[in-house]
């Protein structure tokens, strides 16, 4: 529930700036956002998520 009112805000926030920035500008936007949202989750866990790394025990 938390990421969805921070994707939200996220959302205006970016409508808002769109509007006044060329296309590049936006789309570099919303990669760094997209990145950041990234680090953030994997730097923090929260919810008790875990990592689970792939083996190959077949080798």
């Known amino acids: 529930m938390v ?3 921070l994707f939200a805000f996220y959302l ?3 409508t808002r ?3 006044k ?3 590049l500008t936006g789309v570099t936007f919303i990669n760094i956002g997209a990145a950041i949202g990234y680090w953030l989750i ?3 866990l929260p919810f008790g998520l875990t990592i689970d790394f792939p083996s ?3 080798s």
């Open 42 to 44: 994997c730097a923090t």
């Open 3 to 5: 990421s969805s009112f």
């Open 17 to 19: 700036t769109l509007t």
């Open 21 to 23: 920035v060329n296309l």
């Open 56 to 58: 190959n025990q077949s």
């Open 12 to 14: 205006l926030a970016v």
